[in-house]
């Protein structure tokens, strides 16, 4: 079977978390941007950070694919979509519909948590990120979460939650 992992990332969360997947896994990755050709590949790990609900880079990668291959989404994002099933249904309904249907017979979903460097963030990104903050500390003005996010950078990367996806890929034999 041939495997790869594709990433799409804007502020490195996304490239971060592929690189130590491939670190652990053994297989190949690449950026979402330099990939042309996947119609070679039985098995696609995708790693894409989250922008206003859309998986970076995923639509262009997945009209790559064979219709028979199996992909995998792994979302990176600010919000934790498993401790709000609410949430997840959303991610994962917004995301579908950027993919092609046979993909979605055996499509398989895993979310990440990220990071934010607020102050870092480029001009136009800086813009949304304010305006949608300023909308969230209306409704709750105690949010510890984006406190912190405006006072500097939020890091909440964590390699361990990549065990899951590991364990996922030996019980389908992609890795062995
Ligand atoms: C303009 C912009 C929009 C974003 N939209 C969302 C969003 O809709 N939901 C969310 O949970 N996080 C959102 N984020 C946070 C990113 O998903 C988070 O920073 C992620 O780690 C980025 O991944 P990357 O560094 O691989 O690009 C947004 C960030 C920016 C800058």
Avoid: C, W
Avoid at 42 to 48: K, S
Avoid at 61 to 81: F, H, Q, Y
Avoid at 115 to 144: E, T
């Amino acid at each position: 079977m041939k495997n790869l992992i594709v990433y799409g990332s804007k502020y490195g969360s996304s490239r971060k978390y592929a690189e130590k997947l491939s670190e652990l896994t053994g297989i190949y990755l690449a950026d979402y941007k330099e990939v042309t050709d996947l119609k070679a590949y039985d098995n696609v790990i995708y790693l894409g950070g989250i922008y206003a609900g859309k998986v970076r880079g995923l639509k262009k990668t997945a009209k790559k694919l064979r219709n028979d291959a199996r992909l995998i989404v792994v979302t990176v994002s600010l919000g934790n979509p498993n401790l709000d099933d609410k949430l997840k249904e959303d991610v994962r309904t917004q995301n579908k519909k950027l993919i092609k249907k046979p993909l979605l017979e055996k499509i398989k979903f895993f979310h990440l948590v990220g990071s934010m460097d607020y102050p870092n963030l480029k001009g136009f990104d800086k813009k949304i990120i304010k305006f949608v903050f300023k909308m969230f500390l209306k409704k709750d003005p105690q949010n510890q979460k984006i406190i912190d996010v405006y006072n500097g950078k939020v890091d909440e990367l964590d390699y361990s939650s990549l065990d899951k996806i590991v364990s996922y890929l030996e019980e389908k034999e992609i890795i062995k």
